[in-house]
C-alpha cells in the first residue's frame, strides 16, 4: 500500500471483550487513522467510544483485562505484543476530567511527570516543560498549584503534560465535558492548533457535536452499540438522518433549517453555520417558517424566594464570592443560574441552601426571612441535588436511600411508605425500588438523588449540573423529567454551563460574573447579547447567526419563535395528563 | 476547615534543606529527644526547637490546632502516668522527698514532679521540630529526596500523593456531610456521640465511593504517562544536597551523640540532682 508510514492507527476487524462482561463491547471495528488527521468519535453512552478509545490507547489490555478479536497495530506493530509504556510514546491521552489527572503539585510538575518517568535530567527536564507550557500560553504558571487554576487552564496543563513527549496521536477524551462554553470553544481552537503545530492526528470523542464543529474534522466516526455505523465527513454526515438514529444531538441550525423544510445536502457544507451555503429558496422556507409560528410567554404565579443584598465572603477572607446579590424566584418558574467557573453560582445555591452562611443581606421564603433557618429545615423548604450522585448516596437499597431523610426526621413508617412511593413513582424509579443502587447507571442515580429529596417535599429544588456527563438521550430524559415537575408546580432552578439547556429548557437566566448578577432575562434576549455573552464567557447561539444569514433581523425573537415551536411541537405533549411514567 | 499537613511557602533556611535533610534530621532530633532524660539538655533543645521554628518563618497561628491537639495529648498522657504510677520519679532517682506535708499512696512528692517535668520537657523539645518538618516541606520535594536516600519510587510517590489528597478529600467529606445534613443527619454537637459516629458512617460509604472514582482516573493517567515504566525516575523538584543540608544532619547527629555521652556521664539515661 501507499503511504503505509502514515498509517498510525489501524484496526482490521477488530473486537473485545471485558473479563466481567458476558457480551463483547465492540464489534468488527475498522479503522485507519493517519498522520495529521483530525477524527471526530461521537456516539451515545454506552455504545463504547470510552473502550475504542482504551484501546488505543494501550489501557486495554494492560489494566483492563479481557479478550481482543482481530487486530489492532500503532504504528504498524501489534499492540498486544507492545506495552502500554512503549504505546504511551506514540499515543497522547488528554483524559476527561482534568482535576481527577492532575498527578503534581504544582503545573511544571504536571508537565514534567512522562519525562521524569522516562528519566530524562537536567537541564533538559526544565527546559522542555518550560517550552510545552509556553506552546499551550501556560507558561506564566508553572508554580501554581491545580487548585488555583481555572478549568480552561487545567485543561490547557493536561495538554501540555502530553504534548512534552513528542506523541504522534492526541486523544481527547470529552475535551468539553467541564468547560463553560466560551472555554470550551477555547479549547476546540486550542486543539486544532496544537494539530497544526505538531502534525500529530488528533482523536477527539465528544458528544457535543456542535461546539467540537467549531473547527473543521476530517472525519467523524458515529459509534453506536460497539460498531461503528459511520466513518464519513461531516458535510455528509449532517445531510442525513443517522445522528438523531443514533441519539446524538445535531447542531441547532440544523434542527432549525430541518423545521423550516430546507433540504440539507453535503454541498451546502453543513459541517458549520460559517461555511453552510443556503440558496434564496432555503433562506425563503426559514423566514416563511418564522412568520408562521408565534410565540407565547406563560404567565407566572406569586413570589416564592426573594434574595435581597446577598454578601458571601468565604471563611478565608480572601475571596469575596457574592456581592450584593438581589434577585427574585417566582413559584413554578424554571430558571438556570449561569457564568463563569467561580463566577459564584453554586455557591449562591449553597448559601440559598444554608450549606454556607452569608455575611450580609437576607433570604426571604414566601415573604418570611429564613437566614436563621438551619440546613435541615431548610431543606423542607428547598431541596439541593448536588452534581455528583455518589456523593449524596449513603443506603445500598434505592428503597432505603430514598426513605432516608424522613426516616432522619422521625416520620411514622407508614408515611414514610406512602410518600417514598410517590417519589420513586415520579421518578420512574418504583419498578426497581428493591434494587441495589449500585446497580443503576449515573442518570438513574442522579433519579434516586432528586427522589430522595422529593421525599422530603420541598417546593423548591435546585440542581447543581443537571446534565454533565450525560449523552443526549440521557440528558432529555434528565430534562423532561424535570420539566414533568415544574408542570406539576415545582420551582427549579438549575446551575449550568450548558447553552442548550438553558436555551430550550429554562423560562430565565439568571447571569453571574465574578460575583455578582450581570443579567436576568429571558434566555433568548441573554444568548444573543453580545456584551453578556462575552462577560459571562457564554457562547452565542448559532440560531441567531442563521436568522442573519437567512436576512432575518431580529435575531433574538427568532430564537424565541424556535424555541416556543419546540416546546409546543417536539415535546411531550402534556405531561400532567401523561400522569406518573413509571 | 483546618488543614492537618500544610505545606507553606513562605522562603526561609528552612525551607532550603532538602525534604531528606529535614526528615534525617527529625529522627536524629527525636531520638536524642527520646533517648535522654538528661533535664539541661532538654532545655537547651526546646529552647534550640524554638528558635528553629522562628527561623523557618513559621507562625504559631499556622499550626495552633495541631499545636493544641498534642498538648492535649500531653496532659492526658502525663495524668495517666501519676495515676499509674505515682512513685515512679521515687524509683528512678532513688529519693524521697515528700512535698506539702503529704502522705499516702498519691503524695506528691520532688521527684515524681521532677520527672513529670522531664517528661513533658522531651515533647516541647521535639514538637516545633514535627510541626516544623510538616510545613517546611514541599511533598513532591520530599518524595524526590526520599527516592534520593534508598526509598522505592513508587512509595515515595503514594507519600506524595496522600499529602496532596488530604485537602480534597477534607473538601469533599464537607460537601458530604452537608448534603447529608439537608437531609437530617444530625452532625452538630446537639446529637449524642453515638448518634454523630452513626451519621459519620453514613458520609465515609460516598466518601469512599467517590474516593475510588478518583483513584481509578488517576493511577490510569499516571500508567498513560509512563509511571512505572523504569525501575529508577528523575525529579523535577529535585535538589542537589548543600554544604547548609551537610551541616544540618552533621549537628543532628552531633545531638545523638551528646545524648549518649551524657548517658555515660550520668550514669545512666536520668540527670539526677536529688543525690
Known amino acids: 500500500m501507499i503511504m503505509d508510514n502514515d498509517i498510525l492507527v489501524e484496526l482490521n476487524d477488530f473486537g473485545f471483550q471485558y473479563n466481567a462482561q458476558t457480551r463483547p463491547t465492540l464489534f468488527n471495528i475498522n479503522l485507519k487513522v493517519r498522520r495529521g488527521e483530525r477524527i471526530l468519535i461521537a456516539g451515545p453512552s454506552g455504545s463504547g467510544k470510552s473502550t475504542l478509545v482504551h484501546c488505543i490507547n494501550g489501557l486495554i489490555p494492560f489494566s483492563y483485562k479481557g479478550e481482543m478479536t482481530g487486530s489492532l497495530k500503532i504504528k504498524g506493530k501489534e499492540s498486544k505484543r507492545s506495552s502500554l509504556f512503549e504505546i504511551s510514546h506514540t499515543v497522547g491521552t488528554v483524559l476527561q476530567d482534568s482535576d481527577a489527572q492532575f498527578v503534581g503539585m504544582t503545573v511544571a510538575e504536571d508537565i514534567a511527570f512522562a519525562l521524569e518517568n522516562d528519566c530524562v535530567g537536567e537541564p533538559q527536564l526544565h527546559e522542555r516543560v518550560r517550552k510545552a507550557a509556553e506552546m499551550v500560553d501556560i507558561g506564566g504558571y508553572l508554580k501554581h498549584a491545580p487548585g488555583e487554576l481555572s478549568g480552561g487552564q487545567k485543561q490547557r496543563v493536561s495538554v501540555a503534560g502530553v504534548l512534552v513527549d513528542d506523541v504522534d496521536v492526541l486523544i481527547f477524551d470529552e475535551p468539553l465535558a467541564n468547560l463553560d462554553p466560551a472555554t470550551g470553544k477555547q479549547a476546540i481552537e486550542l486543539i486544532a492548533k496544537m494539530q497544526e503545530q505538531t502534525g500529530a492526528a488528533v482523536i477527539i470523542v465528544e458528544h457535543r457535536l456542535e461546539d467540537v464543529l467549531h473547527r473543521s474534522v476530517d472525519r467523524i466516526v458515529l459509534m453506536q452499540e460497539g460498531r461503528i455505523k459511520a466513518d464519513m465527513s461531516a458535510d455528509e454526515l449532517l445531510s442525513g438522518a443517522l445522528l438523531s438514529e443514533c441519539g446524538i444531538r445535531e447542531p441547532l441550525y440544523i434542527t432549525a433549517l430541518k423545521y423550516a423544510g430546507v433540504d440539507i445536502t453535503p454541498k451546502k457544507q453543513p459541517a458549520s453555520i460559517r461555511t453552510i451555503v443556503l440558496d434564496e429558496a432555503d433562506k425563503k422556507r426559514v423566514r416563511e417558517w418564522y412568520e408562521d409560528t408565534g410565540a407565547s410567554d406563560h404567565g407566572l404565579t406569586g413570589e416564592l424566594v426573594r434574595i435581597e443584598g446577598l454578601d458571601f465572603t468565604y471563611e478565608s477572607g480572601k475571596v469575596h464570592a457574592l456581592k450584593d446579590i438581589s434577585v427574585s424566584f417566582a413559584e413554578g418558574e424554571m430558571t438556570a443560574i449561569v457564568g463563569t467557573n467561580g463566577a459564584g453560582k453554586s455557591t449562591f445555591a449553597k448559601v440559598i441552601c444554608g450549606f454556607e452562611k452569608e455575611s450580609g443581606g437576607a433570604i426571604y421564603y414566601r415573604g418570611n426571612d429564613i437566614s436563621d433557618l438551619t440546613i435541615k429545615e431548610r431543606a423542607e423548604k428547598i431541596g439541593y441535588v448536588m452534581q455528583n450522585p455518589n456523593q449524596m448516596i449513603s443506603k445500598v437499597l434505592i428503597y432505603d436511600e430514598v426513605a432516608l431523610g424522613l426516616r432522619n426526621r422521625g416520620v411514622p413508617e407508614s408515611e414514610i411508605e406512602e410518600r417514598v412511593e410517590t417519589a420513586l413513582r415520579i421518578c420512574g424509579l418504583w419498578r426497581m425500588r428493591k434494587w441495589p443502587v449500585s446497580a443503576l447507571s449515573y442518570g438513574q442515580k442522579k433519579r434516586v438523588t432528586i427522589a430522595s429529596i422529593l421525599t422530603l417535599e420541598p417546593e423548591m429544588i435546585i440542581l447543581d449540573e443537571p446534565t454533565a456527563g450525560q449523552d443526549y438521550r440521557h440528558y432529555t430524559e434528565i430534562m423532561e423529567f424535570l420539566t414533568k415537575l415544574n408542570r406539576i408546580g415545582m420551582t427549579v432552578i438549575m446551575v449550568t454551563h450548558d447553552m442548550h439547556l438553558m436555551l430550550e429548557y429554562a423560562d430565565r437566566a439568571v447571569v453571574f460574573s465574578k460575583g455578582c448578577i450581570i443579567a436576568d432575562d429571558k434566555c433568548y434576549n441573554i444568548l444573543t447579547d453580545k456584551e453578556i455573552i462575552r462577560e459571562a464567557s457564554l457562547k452565542e447561539t448559532s440560531l441567531y447567526e442563521l436568522a442573519l444569514k437567512c436576512g432575518i433581523d431580529d435575531g433574538t425573537d427568532f430564537v424565541r419563535h424556535f424555541i416556543d415551536f419546540e416546546r409546543k411541537n417536539v415535546r411531550i405533549s402534556d405531561p400532567v395528563a401523561e400522569g406518573v411514567y413509571d | ?275
Not at chain 2, 91 to 110: D, E, H, N, P, V
Request: aromatic share 12%; glycine share 6%; charged share 15%.
Open chain 2, 1 to 275: 476547615m483546618t488543614n492537618l499537613f500544610n505545606y507553606i511557602d513562605r522562603p526561609s533556611p528552612i525551607h532550603s534543606l532538602t525534604g531528606a535533610t529535614k526528615f534525617v534530621c527529625l529522627m536524629l532530633w527525636s531520638f536524642a529527644a527520646m533517648s535522654t532524660y538528661d533535664t539541661r539538655m532538654l532545655i537547651a533543645m526546646t529552647v534550640a526547637s524554638i528558635i528553629l521554628f522562628a527561623v523557618g518563618r513559621i507562625h504559631f497561628k499556622d499550626v495552633s490546632f495541631m499545636f493544641g491537639f498534642m498538648v492535649i495529648f500531653l496532659v492526658l498522657n502525663s495524668i495517666c502516668i501519676y495515676l499509674f504510677s505515682p512513685r515512679h520519679g521515687t524509683q528512678i532517682y532513688g529519693t524521697c522527698t515528700l512535698l506539702f506535708g503529704m502522705s499516702g499512696k498519691y503524695a506528691l512528692t520532688a521527684e515524681q514532679l521532677f520527672y513529670h517535668f522531664n517528661y513533658v520537657l522531651k515533647f516541647t523539645a521535639t514538637i516545633p521540630i514535627v510541626l516544623l518538618f510538616v510545613t517546611t516541606t514541599n511533598p513532591s520535594e520530599f518524595a524526590a529526596s526520599l527516592n534520593k536516600i534508598g526509598v522505592k519510587y513508587s512509595i515515595a510517590y503514594a507519600v506524595a500523593l496522600a499529602l496532596r489528597y488530604i485537602p480534597d478529600i477534607q473538601r469533599q467529606y464537607h460537601e458530604i456531610s452537608q448534603a447529608g445534613q439537608a437531609r437530617g443527619i444530625e452532625m452538630s454537637k446537639k446529637a449524642s456521640l453515638i448518634n454523630r459516629l452513626k451519621a459519620a458512617s453514613g458520609i465515609l460509604i460516598p466518601l469512599i465511593l467517590t474516593s475510588m472514582d478518583r483513584i481509578e482516573i488517576i493511577s490510569n493517567a499516571m500508567e498513560l504517562r509512563g509511571f512505572g515504566k523504569n525501575r529508577k525516575r528523575t525529579w523535577y523538584m529535585a535538589r542537589p544536597f548543600r554544604a547548609a543540608d551537610h551541616i544540618a544532619m552533621v549537628s543532628c547527629a552531633l545531638l545523638v551523640a551528646i545524648a549518649l555521652c551524657l548517658s555515660v556521664v550520668n550514669g545512666g539515661r536520668y540527670y539526677n540532682p536529688f543525690v
